[in-house]
């Protein structure tokens, strides 16, 4: 069973700065596109950004410039470091990865931080 484990998330001041980390673990042979997205209370859960096994990078508009997405394939892991935070960036940020175990590919997603943004 692949499991993703997300860190990182926490409160901040507006301007300030967080970095997120998300680690797969578990049966892995393979992972191809991770991505971040969030839920804020009341919205949907929107795309942030994702990067692909390539290391090609896509981000929503509102986040360009402030976010940076990145991985370590070594480590199974992508990171989202956070800068010049809003109180609208204020959301649950889940983790997803597009994982093969040798056997089939699957859409795992993690748990979800909280990252408060105050003003």
């Known amino acids: 069973q692949v499991q993703l484990v997300e860190s990182g998330g926490g409160w901040v001041q507006a301007g300030g700065s967080l970095r997120l980390s998300c680690a797969a673990s578990?049966?892995?042979?393979?992972?191809?596109?991770m991505g971040w997205y969030r839920q804020a209370p009341g919205k949907q859960r929107e795309l942030v950004a994702f990067?692909?096994?390539?290391?090609?990078?896509h981000y929503v508009d509102s986040v360009k410039g402030r976010f940076t997405i990145s991985r370590d394939n070594g480590k199974n892991t992508t990171y989202l470091q956070m800068n010049s935070l809003k109180p609208e960036d204020t959301a649950v940020y889940y983790c997803?990865?597009?994982?093969?175990?040798?056997?089939?590919?699957?859409?795992?997603w993690g748990q979800g931080t909280q990252v408060t943004v105050s003003s």
């Open positions: 578990g049966r892995i042979l393979s992972i191809d596109d």
């Open positions: 997803n990865a597009d994982v093969s175990d040798g056997y089939r590919w699957a859409t795992r």
């Open positions: 990067i692909t096994s390539g290391g090609r990078t």
